[in-house]
């Protein structure tokens, strides 16, 4: 299966001006754990998680003034949409990170997660675990 297949294409945009709380609110409105940040001063996408928010909070930083920019991830690896699955999950491990920006054309089509990855093979697992009656 390809990543295209696997993805979410609901990709939340957010500037790095953007305050933790309100990144939280958009993120949980739209049911997503992260959302991708368009800096054009900072040297582009970035990616800003659920993860990423819960270490700010638990530091005791304030949401309301905390901005997105200061706890982005700007070194981001990107996936293809036409990468499998196993690559995008190899990246993942290997990085040890649990979201992939998709870009096609340099832009953002989607997000792939692990929880996409765990959608995907584990109807295939299930039906090979069935035992014979």
Do not use: K
């Amino acid at each position: 299966m390809l990543v295209r297949e696997a993805m979410s294409s609901v990709v939340l945009t957010i500037g790095p001006d953007h305050t933790l709380r309100q990144a939280a609110a958009l993120m949980s409105a739209r049911r997503v754990g992260a959302a991708v940040v368009y800096d054009p001063d900072a040297g582009g996408i970035g990616i800003l998680t659920e993860r990423d928010i819960l270490n700010s909070v638990g530091r005791d930083q304030d949401p309301d003034t905390e901005r997105a920019h200061a706890h982005t991830t700007t070194d981001v690896v990107f996936a293809a949409p036409s990468w499998t699955v196993e690559e995008a999950a190899g990246a993942m491990a290997h990085g040890g990170f649990r979201h992939l920006i998709v870009l096609d054309r340099d832009e953002p089509v989607g997000i792939v997660s692990v929880r996409d990855i765990i959608r995907c093979w584990a109807p295939a697992r299930q039906q090979t675990q069935r035992v014979p009656a």
